[in-house]
C-alpha cells in the first residue's frame, strides 16, 4: 500500500467561474434531491475517508447514496480579509498547503489529513487553538445547505435562516447537505516550537492548564496524560525560525516522545498532522511492522481497510475510540474516576473554549455547565476487559459530570437520555424545514441507532 502524493486543489484566479462551477455542481445535487421518489433513508458518498468509527451493520453501508464527491474545491481565499470559500469536501491537509503561501491558517486544523471541513463542522471537529477559539465552527461565518426537498439555502448567523447556520453544527449531516462554507483564517507562520510540561498531578495540571490558556504569547495546547504521575501539557507558538524540524512517520510514535523531550520544533504542517498516524492508538502496532509500512500507512488508509472490514469488526465490547468533553472545574473528579475504573492507560487532553453557546445542546445541559472551559479527553486504542461496556461507563459518568462525547463511534444513550443532552426542540424545528421527508434520519436515529444497525 503506497500513500499518494496529494497535489492541492489551487483557488481559481477569478471567483466568478469557480463560483459558476460550484453553482452547477449544487444544481446536480438539488435536481437528483427533487427528483427522488424513494422514501429510503440517504446517506453522503464523499471523495475523502470518513473519519467515524467503522462500525458492523451501520446502515450508512447499505443506504442509498447521494453523491457529492465532486464538491471538494476551495473557491476563494482573500488574504485582505482573510476569509475563505470553499466546498465542504476539502480536506484540511489541502486547505493548510493552500491558505500557508498568504501567511494564513484556520482557527482550528484538526489533526488527521483527510477530515474534510464539512465533516468537522457535521462533527464538531476542534484541535489545539481551540482553548482559545472553540471549534472550527466557531471561525464560519455563512453556509449553503441544500435541503433533502432540493432546495438551496443561504444561512449566516443573523439572516432567516440562523438557527439552521447554527443547528447544522453538530447535525452529522442530518439536517440537510451543507454545499459551502466561508469561514476566517488567521495569520500564521512558517514553524512551530512546542516545550513539554510534566506535571504530577491532576491538581497541578489542571492549575497549569488554566495558567497556560490565559497567556496571550501562546498559541497551542493540547497535551498527553501518559499515566496517574505523569501529564504532560504541549505548549505551542508560532516561530518564524526553527534550530531543526521533526517529523513522525516512521519508528516513532509522536505521543510517546512527549514524555522523553522538553521541546520539538516543527514545519507547521508537520505540527497541525503530527498525530496523523494515531494519536494512542498507533498503527502498526510493532515496531517491525512500523519499520516496514510506518512511512506509507496513515489514519486515511487504516481507515479505509476499516470501512471495508467493518462486517467483521466485533459487535461486543469494541476497542474505544471516544472523545469526553469534561466541565473544567471536574476534571479532577474525572481523572481520579478514570484511573480506578480503566487504569494507566494514556489520554489525550485538549482544552476547549466554546466561542458561543451551542443551539445543538439542550438549555438543561447548559443549566448544570458552570465552566467556560471544557477539557476534551480522547481515550483512543483502550481495549476493555471482564465484558464490561466502557462507552457506556463513559455515558454514566459524563451524565453525572454534565459532560458531553463526541458521537462518532459506539453510543449508547437511551432516546430518553439523548434529548437532555441534545437539543430536540431545536433539531425538530430545523428538521420540519430541512429535512421534512426525514431521509437523513434524526440525530438521535443516525448515531445511537443506525450506526449500529438498529433501526
Ligand atoms: C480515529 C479518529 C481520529 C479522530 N481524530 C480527530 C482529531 O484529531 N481532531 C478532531 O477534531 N477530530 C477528530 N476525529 C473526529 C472527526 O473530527 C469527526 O469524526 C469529523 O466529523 C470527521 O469529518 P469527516 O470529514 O471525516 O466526515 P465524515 O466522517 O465523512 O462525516 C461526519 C458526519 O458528517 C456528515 N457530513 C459530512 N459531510 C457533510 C456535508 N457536506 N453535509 C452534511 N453532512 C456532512 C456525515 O454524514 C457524517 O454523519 C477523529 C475521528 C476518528 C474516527
Known amino acids: 500500500m503506497i500513500a499518494q502524493e496529494h497535489i492541492p486543489p489551487c483557488p481559481e484566479p477569478s471567483l466568478a467561474l469557480s463560483l459558476a462551477r460550484h453553482d452547477a455542481k449544487v444544481a446536480r445535487v438539488a435536481r437528483q434531491l427533487r427528483e427522488r421518489t424513494s422514501t429510503q433513508p440517504l446517506s453522503l458518498r464523499k471523495r475523502a475517508v470518513s473519519h467515524q468509527v467503522p462500525k458492523p451493520g451501520d446502515r450508512k453501508y447499505s443506504d442509498e447514496k447521494i453523491d457529492v464527491s465532486d464538491l471538494d474545491e476551495i473557491l476563494e481565499i482573500d488574504p485582505v480579509s482573510r476569509v475563505c470559500i470553499a466546498e465542504p469536501g476539502v480536506t484540511f491537509v489541502d486547505l493548510v498547503a493552500a491558505a500557508l503561501p498568504y501567511g494564513l491558517v484556520p482557527f482550528v486544523v484538526p489533526e488527521l489529513r483527510t477530515i474534510t471541513i464539512g465533516g468537522a463542522i457535521s462533527g464538531c471537529s476542534l484541535e489545539s487553538m481551540s482553548f482559545r477559539y472553540g471549534g472550527f465552527h466557531d471561525s464560519c461565518l455563512e453556509y449553503e445547505v441544500i435541503t433533502s426537498d432540493g432546495e438551496v439555502l443561504t444561512c449566516t448567523p443573523e439572516n432567516e435562516h440562523k438557527l439552521i447556520f447554527h443547528m447544522v453544527h453538530g447535525a452529522f449531516g442530518t439536517l440537510g447537505i451543507l454545499s459551502k ?18 506535571y504530577r498531578t ?14 496571550a504569547e501562546v498559541d497551542f495546547i493540547d497535551g498527553i496524560i501518559h499515566g496517574p504521575d505523569r501529564y504532560v501539557l504541549s505548549v505551542g507558538r508560532f516561530v518564524d525560525h526553527a534550530p531543526y524540524t521533526s517529523r513522525y512517520d516512521g519508528m516513532t510514535a509522536y505521543y510517546e516522545t512527549t514524555a522523553k523531550r522538553t521541546e520539538d520544533y516543527f514545519t507547521t504542517p508537520e505540527y497541525f498532522f503530527r498525530y496523523d498516524r494515531g494519536v494512542t492508538n498507533v498503527r502498526p502496532k510493532s515496531r517491525l511492522g512500523r519499520l516496514l509500512l510506518g512511512r506509507f500507512v496513515r489514519s486515511t488508509e487504516i481507515l479505509k481497510i476499516g470501512e471495508k472490514i467493518a462486517w467483521a469488526l466485533p459487535r461486543e465490547n469494541p476497542t474505544l475510540t471516544v472523545d469526553v468533553f469534561i466541565p473544567f472545574s471536574r476534571f479532577n473528579d474525572f481523572m481520579e474516576w478514570y484511573w480506578r475504573e480503566f487504569g494507566p492507560f494514556p489520554l489525550w487532553c485538549v482544552p476547549y473554549r466554546p466561542a458561543q453557546r451551542y443551539h445543538w445542546l439542550s438549555d438543561e445541559w447548559y443549566a448544570g455547565l458552570k465552566d467556560e472551559m471544557l477539557v476534551d479527553l480522547a481515550v483512543y486504542g483502550f481495549k476493555g476487559r471482564d465484558g464490561r461496556n466502557y462507552y457506556r461507563m463513559l455515558e454514566g459518568k459524563l451524565q453525572e459530570l454534565n459532560g458531553v462525547k463526541t458521537f462518532i463511534s459506539f453510543n449508547y444513550y437511551s432516546e430518553e437520555e439523548f434529548w437532555r443532552i441534545c437539543h430536540k426542540e431545536n433539531h425538530f424545528a430545523v428538521k420540519a424545514r430541512t429535512d421534512r421527508r426525514n431521509l437523513f434520519r434524526d440525530l438521535y436515529t443516525k448515531t445511537c441507532l443506525a450506526s449500529r444497525g438498529l433501526d
Open 202 to 215: 491532576a491538581g497541578d495540571y489542571h492549575a497549569a492548564i488554566a495558567e497556560r490558556s490565559g497567556q
Open 181 to 198: 462554507l466561508k469561514f476566517k483564517l488567521i495569520p500564521a507562520k512558517p514553524f512551530v516550537r512546542l516545550s513539554y510540561e510534566t
